[in-house]
């Protein structure tokens, strides 16, 4: 029996009509649609932005990804995931693998496709590309990325948030992930640099409670999941390009 195959498809942020048109065209003829989610008993996020284009005949399977830095347990939860979507697809079905934003950008399709590829070595996989998070928050912040010849750096934004300090230094556009509750660290780095009033927040772009801020010194002493589904856009001119 023939090997179905597997597509990776990102959703975009979170607006059902960023999904792009190929994404729906599949999502609306697959019968096998696995959505990945955090933890038991939550919706998956992917699954709620592509809901309605799904065809509602579809069989939709969850895995769970959970949110941990426990490598150990992550490589579980992959493998695990890689043998039931396997095995569906070892049946003859296609399958259509959801994930927010962009498949190949901090996703964990990425993870996922290589998991498939020990257990499927010649699996048929073909990805389908999403609008990333922060090109809908710069679309909504009428925030230019790239300009001129400066640089654009991407800083998924980690513990000790040295990275992001480094990138500020650099200069140039900045494009600050996965924020989550590094938020008061990273103000007090764009603060100090004096790049705080050249930067965006932007949160939960395309959603219904997407928020858009400007003035970054707002978010002091906020909820610890302010930073949640965020992103910070800062620009800052280097000397050749004021």
């Known amino acids: 029996m023939k090997t179905g195959t597997l597509y990776g498809i990102g959703v975009g942020p979170g607006d059902p ?41 579809a069989e939709i399977h969850e895995v769970l990804f959970p949110m941990t830095m426990d490598r150990d347990e992550l490589e579980a939860h992959w493998e695990d995931s890689a043998r039931v979507i396997g095995e569906v697809l070892e049946a003859g079905n296609d399958v259509c693998f959801l994930t ?12 996922m496709l290589q998991a498939l590829k020990r257990r499927i070595p010649d699996i048929q996989a073909v990805t389908v590309p999403g609008i990333t998070a922060f090109s809908a928050a710069a679309a909504l912040a009428e925030f230019p990325v790239g300009r001129g010849k400066e ?10 948030l040295e990275e992001v300090r480094q990138a500020v230094s650099r200069g140039g556009t900045i494009i600050l992930m996965k924020i989550g509750k590094r938020l008061g660290g990273i103000l007090d780095i764009l603060e100090n640099a004096g790049a705080l009033g050249k930067s965006v927040f932007v949160s939960h772009a395309g959603m219904d409670d997407q928020r858009i801020e400007t003035d970054l010194s707002k978010l002091r002493g906020e909820e610890a999941d302010t930073g ?15």
């Open 100 to 111: 927010i934003g962009d498949a190949f950008l901090y996703s964990t399709y990425i993870y």
């Open 17 to 57: 009509d960023l999904i792009t048109v190929k994404a729906a065209k599949l999502l609306a003829e697959s019968q096998h649609v696995f959505v990945p989610k955090a933890r038991k008993g939550s919706e998956s996020l992917a699954l709620t932005i592509a809901r309605k284009h799904i065809n509602p005949e």
């Open 228 to 242: 949640y589904m965020s992103i910070i856009l800062v620009r800052i001119k280097s000397e050749k390009n004021q």
């Open 151 to 160: 640089s654009v750096t991407i800083v998924p934004t980690a513990d000790d």
